[in-house]
């Protein structure tokens, strides 16, 4: 970093400049008075301080899942430059895995929070000042990164949209060394979301991106624009990688290549409801994902890019993996793995790798489960959770979607040993994730894969069956012909069950609640079984 752009401030632990932007949620004092008060050092302690969707966004872990992944592709003993630092969600993990890391952040007060948060990391420096008028030493860093940032380069620019995000790039082209690699983070212009009802994130109005942004704002590109964009800018290597269900809060990431699609298109289901924006729910997207799947179009319409760009066409951008999933950062820590999908380069077909992120144990237990990481071969066939949505709007009084229950159940009842008090067919606590995104119909049969989670303790049959309807539950709302989804769920059990009874069903949500919390983090914050963050209104 060109320092003598900057002034250093004992006082406040970084340099600093008198050439701001003004861009702020008003959250600033927050978080700064928040990271002075907690141990920083224990991520998972700023767990308990998450309440909405907006508190989220800066303290969650998720965040990390958009860069973390790659890893092994970058030069960890080098420098780096993140560019739009905010305050610290990324910032923290460059400091523990890199040499050295300069932050550079547009906003003093999210600077000083950005400085509260990485207080004890000496190889973290903070730069609060803008990045559009800064002068970055030529070839200095090996990695760049411009998470969420890109978008609103044309915002503060008097330049045209294109030309300043190509000016801008140039700039940062400059900075890296010859094997440098820039990493960027972007709402898809043409994502699905856009489509199917979600307002534009930057600006909250509905379709303003798909519409080339008639007015004003932060703007985004569609897949190929940015790509033209990219290479004007000087970058010779470019490699696409998308985001589920969008880069903010990644759960998924999956390499743009051919053999993608080659996988069922139930990895496309990014398992998580976007309800940080005002949406309207117009059409049902994991059916719109799977038709998208069979064009092998889908790269086109994914929320959000990760895009690595090098220098050099030689640098190697591409992961030995196709697709990562990473668990929710709400479970215990002793249970977060990493799930990777790759080439099985020996016996061709695909490798699924699952590990650890926070010990090198293969098997953890606590009172209620046992958790064992096994690497298998990838199961190919007919996603029963795309059989499930399909059902479910079948039309048809949803008997196409009780058929696929009555499968299940089916199945099950095959496995049973015993009753429980009221009646109710009991199987092994192995069965608790015998649900439809974890099986597999391949010749006419039901194959349940990723079956890591093992309950000590048999568990009643229409539990699992209930837990295959419940989770479901924020994707069908907006779809189901009942005042609410309990209704709906009372309905089908009763159907399933001719027992069953409100008073059966309030012990299966309470089942499912002490279950879900035996595998939480303690200090989990906002994580009630089953409820998503949301926006304030």
Known sequence: ??????????????????????????????FIDL???????????????????AIKYHLSQERINVISPFLDLFNVNGNVLEIGAGMGA???????????????????????????????????DIYAGNALKTNLNACEY???????????????????????????????????????????SIENKFGLKYFSGCAEDHNGDMYSGLMDYPFKSAITFGRNELESLIRQAGFSGVQFYHAYP?????????????????????????????????????FFEP??????????????????????????????????????????????????????????????????????????????????FSVKLTNQEYVHG?????????????????????????????????NSAGEDEEGYPLVSGCFFDFCFWNLI?????????DNKWNGKEDMPVDYIIFRNIHNLRHYFIGYVAFNNFEGFCAHLMSILFPAHNAKRLGYLVNLETRLITELLAQNAGMASPGREARKPA
């Open 142 to 184: 090996d990695l760049a990164t411009l998470i969420g940032v890109l978008e609103y380069i044309p915002f503060y620019s008097d330049e045209s949209p294109e030309e300043s995000v190509v000016v801008f790039l140039r700039n940062i082209h400059n900075t890296l060394n010859d094997n440098g690699i820039l990493i960027i």
């Open 90 to 124: 990324i910032s923290r993990w460059l400091g523990k895995n890199f040499r050295h890391v300069d932050c550079i952040e547009g906003n003093i007060n999210r600077a000083r929070a950005l400085r509260a948060r990485t207080r004890n990391m000496e190889n973290v």
């Open 246 to 282: 969008d880069y903010k809060m990644p759960v998924s990431v999956f390499r743009e290549c051919s053999e993608i699609y080659e996988l069922n298109p139930d990895v496309f289901w990014p398992k998580q409801i976007l309800d940080n924006i005002p949406r309207k729910h117009l």
């Open 287 to 368: 059916l719109v994902i799977k038709s998208l799947f069979k064009e092998k179009m889908v790269h086109y319409f994914s929320n959000s890019f990760v895009i690595l760009c090098s220098k050099s066409a030689d640098t190697n951008l591409k992961t030995e993996w196709v697709f990562v999933k990473c668990t929710d950062p709400l479970i215990n820590a002793d249970y977060r793995h990493w799930i990777k999908i790759a080439p099985d380069k020996n016996r061709g077909g695909f490798l699924v790798e699952k590990k650890a992120l926070n010990h090198n144990e293969d098997i953890k237990e606590n009172n209620v």
């Open 382 to 414: 007919s996603a029963l959770i795309m059989e499930a949505f399909k059902a479910f709007l079948a039309k048809d009084n949803y008997m196409s979607f009780l058929n696929l229950l009555s499968e299940i159940r089916g199945e099950l009842l095959k």
């Open 1 to 30: 970093m060109n320092k003598s752009f900057f002034k250093y401030e004992p006082d406040e632990k970084m340099y600093v400049t008198d050439d701001y932007i003004s861009y702020s949620d008003g959250s600033e004092k927050y």
């Open 441 to 449: 119909r391949r010749d006419g049969k039901l194959i349940y894969f």
């Open 35 to 53: 990271f002075n008060s907690v141990d920083v050092e224990d991520d998972s302690a700023l767990l308990t301080h998450i309440e909405d969707w």
